[in-house]
């Protein structure tokens, strides 16, 4: 198999673009924590491309990036695994072809070679990769069908560049101008929805897609979607055979992810998804090193107790990264650093600092990621159930508004966050399916945030993508709709660059079980009522694994990684707010926020009811240190 990688390149379209290829270095450069084990470039007329490289399985030099066959026609920069790879390698080796490597690499060259773009077909894995054909002058370019691994598009009218990361195509010195719908979005998401960007210029190729480039000719071709079938179409296959399907398929998925040539572990939260995995791979691994985060100064955040549970149990090599919120804090800026498109999941600074540490241990490392969103995992898949089902209390619980308006919300309480969580669900409940998804995705609704922009996005143009989102939630569908927008906005936008941001930013390879393609195509031809029903959420889940689990974790209720901001805020980071990122000095000058309503949120925080201010200012602080470092210099 390959390694966790950066790639970046470009199409010349023109004469003009060939300035760019003075900045293939740079680009590789700004990408070598993805890749801090070795770096290579390829540069002919038309083409340029660039790679850095973790290694994981066949270290060695000869399967270096980027990559060549035989004759030095293809070259081909990967970034990714293939799970299938040896399976794939005797089926080209009976067909006449020959290998100098043990890679995934040249497997996936010699396969693209013999099949085209149905090669992608036959991959199983995750992967962003670019091939390019000497003798044609074709570039081909392909994401996996989920998006686990990212790939960016940028194009003009003389060249077209791509990259695993920002930052790299922010080294090739491209004008760009804030898209300011994005910005909208962002301001009530605290992430970009794809396939925008921050930029109106770069899109995210979608997932399950591809693109050829020839000269000047562009074809985009789609070789997977998530199915999303009609009620009447369900597998009717019976509950328990479901369950035994699941739990076949869940565990071939573990096992294919086992695979190694350098130090492998799990992470272990405390939560079911992670424990699952750690049980099945556990079957696999003997003393399977494992890996938890907790907060010794921060009880309600501390889950470590479950996670003990879990690798006493199956008696792994666990290590507990016990920290204080001084030491996450130490971290805030080098991870902000870090971040090279505006993206504010706070829980994103505890997976970063759980996959500094676990670097130092292994370079791979299971991740439960995935399952919330195809098992009814979140705090809106109740809600959502419950306005179904209960709609004739729906009318007395609001009733209880203006007791709610007055009561203290706030994540960081256990009432407080009750109470912030009823308030969300009340003003949701009447909402029609699809707006109603979208305000309990959201920290804040568009009446909230269209203020704090100065220049107004065309509000056309903001609801034109929002349906396009949306546009899976029908009036007379089931759950499983929510689920499937979940695959695409929360997943993509959201969960998936957490992973990939913060362990690229450690040089750490995460693997997610849970997302391969065919546990997701089986799990789309379920009842949404195989996954949440009157016994709770993560039905099916808990059914067919729940014998390998603790009892008392699977009686507790579900947390998130979460970290104290609040406290932060009022403390350590109040000059920040107050004299640096938001200061009235800085707002002006830069000229994109109203001051005005800026200070309402101010406020709000250092109240005693502060809300999802909390949620929101963090947003604004990663954009304007964004901001500051990479666009406005």
């Known amino acids: 198999m390959s390694k966790m990688c950066g790639i970046t390149g470009v199409y010349i379209l023109n004469e003009k673009g060939v300035d760019s290829f003075a900045y293939l270095a740079k680009a590789i450069e700004a ?44 070259v081909i920069v990967f970034n990714g695994e293939i799970y299938n790879y040896k399976e794939l390698k005797k089926n080209l080796i009976k067909e006449g072809h020959s290998f100098k490597t043990s890679s995934d690499t040249e497997v996936l060259l010699k396969l693209y070679i013999n099949y085209k773009e149905h090669c992608l077909n036959k991959l199983h894995g995750f992967f962003a990769l670019a091939i390019f054909d000497k003798e044609t002058n074709e570039l081909f370019i392909a994401r996996d069908r989920i998006g686990i691994k990212p790939l960016l598009i940028y194009q003009d009218e003389n060249k077209i560049i791509f990259s695993s990361e920002m930052k790299a195509l922010l080294s090739y010195n491209i004008k760009l101008s804030l898209d300011y719908i994005s910005l909208l979005n962002y301001l009530q998401l605290n992430y970009i929805p794809p396939p925008d960007s921050i930029f109106t210029e770069i899109k995210k190729l979608t997932p399950g897609s591809w693109l050829k480039i020839k000269d000047n000719h562009i074809e985009q071709g789609t070789f997977y979607t998530i ?93 507990v990264f016990s920290l204080t919120t001084n030491d996450i804090f130490n971290e805030f800026n080098n991870i902000l650093d870090y971040i090279d498109e505006p993206y504010a999941d706070s829980s994103a600074l505890a997976f970063y600092i ?13 991740s439960g990621d995935g399952a919330d969103e195809m098992f009814a995992g979140y705090n809106k898949h109740l809600a959502e159930y419950r306005t179904r089902k209960l709609s004739l209390i729906i009318p007395l619980l ?65 609801i034109h993508r929002k349906n396009k989102t949306l546009s899976h939630i029908t009036t007379k569908g089931d759950m499983n709709e929510f689920f499937y927008t979940d695959m695409h906005l929360v997943l993509q936008g959201d969960m998936l660059v957490k992973a990939d941001l913060m362990s690229m930013a450690n040089s750490l390879e995460v693997r997610v079980p849970f997302l391969d393609h065919e546990l997701v195509n ?27 689990l603790p009892e008392e974790l699977l009686k507790r209720s579900k947390h998130g990684f979460e970290v104290p901001l609040l406290k932060w805020f009022r403390t350590d980071l109040k000059n920040t707010i107050e004299f640096d990122l938001l200061s009235e000095s800085f707002i002006k000058e830069q000229n994109i926020f109203n001051y005005s309503e800026i200070l309402k949120l101010k406020q709000k925080l250092f109240s005693s009811n502060p809300g999802d201010s909390v949620a929101r200012i963090y947003g604004l602080i990663v954009f304007q240190h964004w901001y500051k470092k990479y666009y406005n210099k």
């Open 522 to 548: 089986f799990m789309f031809t379920l009842p949404p009522e195989y996954k949440i029903n009157k016994y709770g959420r993560k039905f099916i889940l808990k059914q067919t694994f729940g014998h390998l």
């Open 354 to 366: 759980l996959s500094k540490e676990t670097r130092k241990h292994v370079t791979v490392a299971l």
């Open 398 to 462: 609001q009733l209880s508004s203006p007791i709610l308006n007055i009561l203290p919300k706030s994540r960081n309480s256990k009432y407080g966050n009750f109470f912030r969580q009823l308030d969300r669900f009340i003003k949701g409940a009447n909402l029609p399916k699809s707006e109603r998804y979208w305000i309990w995705c959201t920290y804040a609704n568009l009446n909230e945030t269209l203020p704090i922009l100065k220049n107004k996005p065309d509000l056309n143009d903001y």
């Open 227 to 319: 199915p999303l079938i009609s009620q009447n179409n369900y597998n009717k296959i019976p509950f328990t055979e479901a369950c035994q399907k699941l739990e076949n398929l869940l565990e071939q998925a573990v096992a294919k992810r086992l695979v190694a040539d350098v130090p492998l572990g799990a992470f272990l939260s405390g939560g079911i998804d992670s424990s699952i995995i750690v049980a099945l791979a556990s079957k696999h691994t003997s003393k399977l090193n494992t890996f938890s985060i907790g907060f010794k100064d921060e009880p309600l955040f501390d889950e470590t107790y479950y996670a003990k549970l879990v690798a006493d149990k199956y008696n792994t090599n666990h290590t």
């Open 31 to 74: 990408m070598q924590l993805r890749g801090p084990d070795q770096k290579g470039l390829f540069v002919d007329k038309k083409v340029a491309l660039g790679h850095v490289r973790l290694s994981v399985i066949d270290t060695s030099e000869a399967a270096s990036q980027p990559f060549y066959d035989e004759s030095q026609r293809y």
